[in-house]
Structures are given as C-alpha cells and as structure tokens.
T-cell receptor, first 112, second 114 residues
Framework: SQTIHQWPATLVQPVGSPLSLECTVEGTSNPNLYWYRQAAGRGLQLLFYSVGIGQISSEVPQNLSASRPQDRQFILSSKKLLLSDSGFYLC???????????FGQGTRLTVV | AQSVTQLGSHVSVSEGALVLLRCNYSSSVPPYLFWYVQYPNQGLQLLLKYTSAATLVKGINGFEAEFKKSETSFHLTKPSAHMSDAAEYFCAVTSYSSASKIIFGSGTRLSIRP
C-alpha cells in the first residue's frame, strides 16, 4: 500500500534562517506531488505541484521554493524565513489527473 | 480557472441533528469534486469523491454529497450528527484540464452541541 512521510512534525525557526521540509511517498511510481500551506482561517493554499522529476509549478510568488530530486521525494525550501511563513505545511500526492490527493500529517512551522 | 466557495466558516449543530455543509464550484469543464475532513493538527482524510458517475455520492462515516450541475453545488450532508464529527471540512475541485492542480476551499469548522 502507498504511504506518505512528512517531517518534521513541528519546527521553530528564527527569522532569516533557512528551511528544508521533506516529503517522501512509498508504494507508487511517478506520483503527482503537492505542497500546501494552511494558515488560520484561510483554508489550504496550493504552493507548488509537480507532475515529474524536476518539473515544478509555482502557484503563488513567495519566499519559498520546491524541488523534486527523485521520483517520490518533494522538498520545500527557503533561504531566509519571514514571520509570514509561519503555518501548517502539508504534503500530498495523487496518482494522476482527476484523482484525489492523499495527505501527510503536516509540519507546524513557527517563525520567531 | 477553477475555484470552490464554502459558505459558512463555522457551522454549529446539535448532536443528532442534520449536518449540511455547503460547497459551490466554478469550472468551465466537467469537474471532479472531493470532500475532506481534518482533525486538529493532522492531515486531511478523504470523505468522498465525485468523478462523473452517480450524482449522489456516499462516503465514510455516514456522509454523502450530491452533485448538482445546474446549481454548481456539491453540498455535504449527514442525517444525524455525532460528537465525533466535530472537525474542519474542506471541499476541493480538479479536472482533466487543470494540469493536476487540486484547489481547496477555505474550509468549514463543524461544531457539535451536546
């Protein structure tokens, strides 16, 4: 069966520090991969999605970037965190166009 | 571009009462629609999905939703609320023309009164 791993579960980082959140999927090949951010009262905002290795689509201009170095690995990064980057970050995967997404357990990021 | 609108950021019902969570979508092509549930500090769990088959879709935990093209709606219902239904609920949309993007609504927090 397919599983998705996302870590760490919680993270407290100072303003201006770098960020790296990692997500891996097991049990499937060539999944679509997603990064969402959830801020209080604002629902889920799609940040990045990828349909293949090295193929990244950015939805919102921001202080973040994403990379997909391997088929089932998706990384969310920042060179210098801002206070506004605080939130709950969720990684997800789907098998293809028109299918549902399956979510990881999320990372609670607090920038101080 | 596709979008979903969830009317009501917070809905409160009594235990045993009908649950109705509203979702309206915007899509120029046939949509695929989903409802998810999120418990505090957890990821999202799929409740049900509409993929152009039956318009009345049954999901887990006694929830169901009806796709109404004429109203561009996909409202979530449950005949009798349980305390364990208290959570945040999200409606989402995608399609074959969306390049695999899945767009979520702003969510509705469901509270259950004893």
């Amino acid at each position: 069966s397919q599983t998705i791993h996302q870590w760490p579960a919680t993270l407290v980082q100072p303003v201006g520090s770098p960020l790296s959140l990692e997500c891996t999927v097991e049990g499937t090949s060539n999944p679509n991969l997603y990064w969402y951010r959830q801020a209080a009262g604002r629902g889920l905002q799609l940040l990045f999605y990828s349909v293949g290795i090295g193929q990244i689509s950015s939805e919102v201009p921001q202080n973040l970037s994403a990379s997909r170095p391997q088929d089932r690995q998706f990384i969310l990064s920042s060179k210098k965190l801002l206070l506004s980057d605080s939130g709950f970050y969720l990684c997800a995967w789907s098998v293809g166009v028109g299918t549902e997404a399956f979510f990881g357990q999320g990372t609670r990021l607090t920038v101080v | 571009a596709q979008s979903v609108t969830q009317l009501g950021s917070h809905v409160s019902v009594s235990e045993g009462a009908l649950v109705l969570l509203r979702c309206n979508y915007s899509s120029s092509v046939p949509p695929y629609l989903f409802w998810y549930v999120q418990y505090p500090n957890q990821g999202l769990q799929l409740l049900l999905k509409y993929t152009s088959a039956a318009t009345l879709v049954k999901g887990i935990n006694g929830f169901e939703a009806e796709f109404k093209k004429s109203e561009t709606s996909f409202h979530l219902t449950k005949p009798s609320a349980h305390m364990s239904d208290a959570a945040e609920y999200f409606c989402a949309v995608t399609s074959y023309s969306s390049a695999s993007k899945i767009i979520f609504g702003s969510g509705t927090r469901l509270s259950i009164r004893p």
